[in-house]
């Protein structure tokens, strides 16, 4: 146990749904992360959130919409994927103070399919 | 792109120690060395960090050189659940976010 939840576990989807992934942190973190893990590929930084402002998006398709409503949660809005964006989705939090970022804590991840 | 440099995969029997190498040689002086692992489908799991000094703790010990360049992830008595990929990175605390490369398929075998 981390500190950070992730639900779904798991989730299929059709091209033409929209779900949402949720992150819970439980330590207290004032920043929160989105990551992309592709089948046999190094994780990859969606988003960033700093008191829950989006500080970073990494060029990102809009068919993933995050959101940060306070600094304990973190969803992405999932609309329209296409299969190549079936992989593991991972959330991630840590402590910054002033431009300090410390140590990363990440969330069990979802796995997503998209049919 | 990452900046560090660690093989692909290692063996190690189970109840040894597990040496898993790092090399960092455009590491900054204000740059930190983090090992993370991450067991199959899961999540990546924070290790340890340091800056230039050796630094120990329940799970691993790491010993950095005093160049910095390099250094070498130890699991003491490895169990066949540290069966993981480790990840190496090299960050400052400062406006940098974590990169991970590919990373070291660690096996521990029976």
């Known amino acids: 146990e981390t500190g950070v939840t992730q639900t779904p576990r798991h989730l299929v989807m059709g091209m033409t749904n929209k779900k949402s992934l949720k992150c819970e942190q439980h330590l207290g973190h004032n920043a929160m992360y989105w990551y992309k893990q592709s089948a046999k590929k190094p994780l990859e930084l969606m988003f960033v959130?700093?008191?829950?402002?989006?500080?970073e998006n990494n060029s990102v398709p809009s068919r993933f919409s995050p959101e940060c409503p306070n600094s304990s949660h973190l969803f992405l809005h999932l609309h329209t994927l296409q299969p190549e964006d079936s992989a593991l989705y991972l959330c991630?939090?840590?402590?910054?103070?002033?431009?300090?970022?410390?140590?990363?804590?990440f969330g069990p991840g979802t796995r997503l399919l998209v049919l | 792109d990452a900046k560090t440099t660690q093989p692909p995969s290692m063996d190690c029997a189970e109840g040894r120690a597990a040496n898993l190498p790092c090399n960092h040689s455009t590491i900054s002086g204000n740059e930190y060395v983090y090992w993370y692992r991450q067991i199959h489908s899961q999540g990546p799991q924070y290790i340890i960090h340091?800056?230039?000094n050796n630094e120990t703790n329940e799970m691993a010990s790491l010993i950095i050189t005093e160049d910095r360049k390099s250094s070498t992830l130890i699991l003491p008595h490895a169990t066949l659940r540290d069966t993981a990929v480790y990840y190496c990175i090299v960050r400052a605390y400062y406006g940098q976010n974590f990169v991970f490369g590919p990373g070291t398929r660690l096996s521990v075998l029976p």
């Open positions: 340091g800056l230039k």
């Open positions: 991630a939090s840590s402590q910054e103070i002033q431009g300090f970022q410390e140590t990363q804590y």
């Open positions: 959130y700093n008191f829950k402002e989006q500080t």
